[in-house]
Structures are given as structure tokens and as C-alpha cells.
């Protein structure tokens, strides 16, 4: 039982969740306004995206690889999918809307996984480079204005709630449906990771490429699909970014990247591969949210914002690394 | 990540660094020949000799990091935030009307003060790699984020100015016709050359990079060698934040938030290998022309700076993909053995 325990105080979920919890304490004394339904639903709906595109950036890691093009895919696959549907058929229906700018993602995915699967590219350069080239490409070719004239399709959607409403309070609340859709990649991410040989073989690429090689997996075809599926993922984040926010702004989500990146390793997915957890990812989600929205409240001034999330990463991924070396030390 | 095979003694012509001096000659050529009355004018000589510096320093300070196989994506991180102390010594102690030799005694406190802020970022950096065994690009990513965070809070995110006029020297002055930042850049590339190829710690660094493991067992002491790289790495990053901040005549906390992938650009283009263990100054030299000719070239053909990042950063996987590809094995259809 002991031991349970020593492992559960180990993981980097615990240590995120207690932050979270503390944070949350903290805050609601400062601040009797901040835990309310509306606090709430407002913090569900920032981490929509976040969430979506750190789930993808987590399978990245696991195998063993780095992404920081998945910003540039998603905004590109949002202001292409809005200019098409604009000059093509401005009353296409959401869900084609939404599977194009899928598409348009895992497009773009794999052309990531061209150069890393099949020349062998270290991961972090070629997304450096196709990060600048797919904004540069699109803010050259496509377009660089902000559409606010969006499809009528994509408003309504933004419009759809799952639940809406007032408590008895008087605090007002509204949960839209693009929650479903992170809920849905949620699923389909656990579904691939623990049902599927494929999610095996992922964890096994990223835990040791010539075991895996020798185990028979192919190890190109797994990592590109790994890509095309971040890809796809950035899409649908990219064109949900674009109908809650009611614009389609070729600037914006560029930039996210290191937030999202520290979601994902606060989380505890490692680096070097062959380790993270769902669960993790998501509760990183929430700390970074928390604080991006709510620094202020706990009194730290906004523009301390980006030493905490630095401080973070340092931290959330200094003392398990730690923790190893001092273990591998001691095992001589 | 796994080093790249030993690399055996090659003629002249196989070099990547001569494949790069025929790129940046080609380059030049190009632009002369799209635009000749303008690229080749004196004035726009004068003027990239004044732009590269900058970006350039930035780049040696990535490349000693590459070749020990790390990486330091917080150079401009480091180079803002010194930058930014530098300038709050400039204008809150000295003040914009100082002159003479109290203008210079300030100048030299502020410039020290800058290098003691790059030692003490690249210190740190340091000891997240070799103490807590932090992966390179994770450390340096959380600590740039930490450096620009506090340049951030200290300025409130605007910009720091009004300096006494001496500062205009390290970023605009010319020493008989030569630019003072390049002649800074002439110094730190020089030395560092020294450095990698003539010392026994350049030795211990190529070492390291190429294969960490065998360097471990050869009795080096890979904590100080690691550490002293990202120290050296801070301090160039530090240099190049004078030079931003002079030509800038401003300090800023979000100041050259693109150096960072032409600094990574740079020293993969000039033959750095990435896994470490190979990295020639003179190719990052060369790197560094081809990459200013096409800049100021593109700029005068008045091409977008949005097209100017694609065509960067499809630059960089193109020499990804020739430098590393061994198309001898893919034509071969054996599967390589690389992955990233």
C-alpha cells in the first residue's frame, strides 16, 4: 500500500492536480467570485482548442518526436477551409466545412511526416521549417485579412449549445457543442492508444525505434501516421478556434505552440518518448488555462504570465528527470 | 538521440563547406544579376554589413550548443533580457542627456552588466541540462520562456528608451568603413574557430557531440564541458542583444522573435550537425552571407516578409534533406536506419 502510494506522489499527474487544487484555494479566497458555474464554463471553453491540439502534440511525444508546426496547421486549415466555402458555397453545411478543414490538416500532417518518416528528419528542425513555411505560404498565397463575414454555417455552429442557462444565483452559463468534439478526440485517442496495435507500436517507437524495428512494427508507417493524425487534429482545432471566435484570423493560434507544448510536459509525457497519459494532458490543459485566464486573481500581475508557465515546464519536468538520474546514479 | 557515423577524411571538394560557398556565391550572383545597379551598390554593401551581425551572433551561439548535440532555443530569450537591463541602466542611471566619459563609464557598466546576465541565463542553463538532466530543447524552452517573462515583467512589455548617444556606437559606427557589429562578429567567429579546432575543450566538445557515451568513458567531465558551452552560448546571445539594442536604440522584450528559427536555420545551412559532433564556423560564416544576400536581395525584388519565411524555412528542410539523406542507400531500396 505504501508503495501504491509512493508511486501516485511520483507521477506528474498528482503534483498538477495538487497545483491545481492549490491554485483553485488560493484564488476562490482572493477572489469569493471565482468559483462560480460562469468561472467555469468560461475556463471550459478556453481549454476547447488548447485541449485538442495538446492531445495531438501528446501522441507526438509518445512517439518519441517533437511538434511545433501544429499552430501553423491549424490556422492555415481554418482560413483555407473559410475561403473556399466562401468563394466556392458559402451555405456549405458544418460538418463539411469541418471535414475539410480536417482535411486541409492532415494534408498538411503529411507533409511533416514526408520528411520525418521518409528522410529521417530530426523532428524538431523540420517542424521549425514547415511551421515558417506553412505561414508563409498562406500569408503569402492565401490571404492575410481577418474574415469576420464567416460562413452562415460556421456561426450557427458557434451558436449550438449543449446546455445554457442562469443558476439560481444568477450565474449565467453556456456549454457549446465544440465540447463534444474535444470529448470525441479524447476517445478516439484513448480508443487508439490502449485498443489498437497501432497504439502500441507508437508507444513502442518512442520507447526504443530499433526495438520496435525488430518487433516487427513498421516503424515509417507509424510515424506518419502520427503526423497526418496531429494534422487532422490542429484542423478540426483551427476551424473550432475560428467559428467560437467568430473570425477567421490568419494571425492568430501562431505563437500557442510553447503553451500547449508545456501543457503536454507538465502532464508528464516525456521528451524521449514512449510515455504519456491522457489524463495528464488534460489536467496540464487546465493548469496552463488556469493560468492564462487567472493569474490576476491568485495577485500575480498578468505580465508574469509567461515566467510562470517557463517556471512550470522547468519544474514539472525538472524533478521527474531528476528523480531518474538520481535513480539511474544509484543503480550505478 | 543517436550520433551520425564517424566522419572520414574527405577531399576539398566534398566538403559541405564548399558546397556552401558555391550556394552563397550562386545567391550573390542571382541577386546581381536580378537587380544589379541596387545589390551591388556600395550603399547596400554598407547596409548588410550593418544587418547580419545581429542574427549572425545568434547563430554561433546555436551552433556551439548543436555540436555538442543540444540545442538552445533560448538565445533570444537571453539576448532581450540582457538587453533590456542594459537599458534600464542606461536610462534610469545614466540618463539620455549623459556625455563624455561618464556616458562611457555607464556604457561599460551596462555592457558588463549585459555579459553578466548572459553567463548567469546560459549558467542556468547549464545546470537544467547537466544537473537535473533535463533534455536540451526542453530546458532552454522553458528558460526562454522564463528570460523573455522576466524582460516581459520588467518592462511592462514596452519598449526601454532614450540612451546617451554613445550607444549608438556598438550598433552603427564605422571603424575606418568597417561597421563595428561586424567587427564584433569578425572577433566571436574568429574565436570561437580558435576554440572549437585549436583547444583541447573544442576537442572534448566534438567529442562529446559524437558520441556522449564513449566521451563519458574517456574520463571527460561532460558536466563542466556542457556547462561551459551553454555560458559561452549565453554570453554570444548577450553580445548579440547589445548589438539589437543599439541599432535599435531601444530595448524591447519581444525584439527579433524571428532570429530564432534563422539562428536554428543558419547553423543547420553552414553544416552544424544537429545530432552533434560536426560544425564548422567557416560553414556558418558562409551560411550566414547566403542567408543575407537572398534577405537583402528579396527585399529589394520587394517580396513580402511573409514570403520571406517560406522561402527560410523551405530553405532549411532542403538542405535538411540533401545534407542527410544518403541517397546511395534510398536508390539502393534498403530501408535507413535513421529516424528522428
Known sequence: MTNRWKELLARNETLVAVVIVLFCIVASISDPNFFTVTTLSDLLRASIVLGILAIGCMLVLISGGIDVSFTAVAVSAMYMTTKLSLTLWPEMPWPLIFACSIGFGALLGAINGVFIAIFGLPTLIVTLGTLSVFRGFLLTFVGSDRISALPPDMREFSRMMIARGTTEGGDFYALPWSLAALAGVILLT?????????????????????????????????????????????????????????????????????SVIAAVVLGGARLIGGYGTITGTLLGVALIVLVQNSLIVIGIPSTWQSVTIGALILLGTGLPAYQAKRAAARAG | ?????????????????????????????????????????????????????????????????????????????????????????????????????????????????????????????????????????????????????????????????????????????????????????????????????????????????????????????????????????????????????????????????????????????????????????????????????LSSGLNMLQVSNFARELIWGGLLLLVMVINTTDWARLSARRKPAKTG
Open chain 1, 190 to 258: 484513448a480508443f487508439i492508444l490502449h485498443k489498437t496495435m497501432l497504439g502500441r507500436s507508437i508507444f513502442a517507437l518512442g520507447g526504443s525505434v530499433e526495438s520496435a524495428r525488430r518487433l516487427g512494427i513498421d516503424v515509417r508507417r507509424t510515424q506518419f501516421f502520427v503526423y497526418v493524425y496531429v494534422g487532422a487534429l490542429a484542423g478540426l482545432a483551427g476551424i473550432l478556434h475560428g467559428s467560437m471566435g467568430r473570425m477567421s484570423d490568419p494571425f492568430s493560434l501562431v505563437g500557442l505552440e510553447l
Open chain 2, 1 to 293: 538521440m543517436s550520433g551520425s557515423g564517424p566522419r572520414t577524411e574527405q577531399t576539398l571538394t566534398q566538403a559541405p563547406e564548399f558546397r556552401l560557398a558555391i550556394i552563397a556565391v550562386l545567391v550573390f550572383v542571382l541577386m546581381a544579376v536580378l537587380s544589379p545597379d541596387r545589390f551591388l551598390s556600395a550603399q547596400n554593401m554598407t547596409s548588410m554589413a550593418f544587418q547580419f551581425p545581429e542574427f549572425a551572433i545568434l547563430a554561433l551561439a546555436m551552433t556551439i550548443t548543436m555540436t555538442t548535440g543540444g540545442i538552445d532555443l533560448s538565445v533570444v530569450g537571453v539576448a532581450n533580457l540582457s538587453a533590456v537591463i542594459a537599458a534600464t541602466i542606461l536610462t534610469s542611471l545614466a540618463g539620455p542627456e549623459a556625455a563624455g566619459a561618464v556616458a562611457f563609464l555607464w556604457l561599460a557598466v551596462a555592457l558588463g552588466a549585459s555579459l553578466a546576465v548572459g553567463a548567469a541565463a546560459g549558467f542556468f542553463n547549464g545546470v537544467l541540462v547537466t544537473r537535473l538532466g533535463l533534455p536540451p530543447i526542453l530546458a532552454t524552452l522553458g528558460s526562454g520562456l522564463v528570460f523573455t517573462g522576466f524582460a516581459v515583467a520588467m518592462t511592462g512589455g514596452s519598449a526601454v528608451m532614450g540612451f546617451p548617444d554613445i550607444v549608438s556606437v556598438i550598433g552603427n559606427a564605422t571603424i575606418w568603413v568597417i561597421p563595428v557589429p561586424l567587427i564584433l562578429f569578425a572577433i566571436l567567429t574568429l574565436g570561437l574557430h580558435i576554440l572549437l579546432t585549436r583547444t583541447g575543450f573544442g576537442l572534448r566538445v566534438m567529442m562529446y557531440g559524437a558520441n556522449p557515451l564513449a566521451a563519458l568513458y574517456a574520463a571527460i567531465d561532460i558536466d563542466r564541458i556542457l556547462m561551459r558551452v551553454y555560458v559561452i552560448a549565453g554570453m554570444f546571445s548577450a553580445v548579440a542583444g547589445m548589438v539589437i539594442m543599439s541599432r535599435a536604440n531601444s530595448a524591447k522584450a519581444d525584439y527579433g522573435s524571428s532570429y530564432l528559427l534563422l539562428a536554428v536555420l543558419i547553423a543547420v545551412l553552414g553544416g552544424v550537425n544537429p545530432y552533434g559532433g560536426y560544425g564548422r564556423v567557416v560553414g556558418v560564416v558562409l551560411a550566414v552571407l547566403s542567408m543575407q544576400f
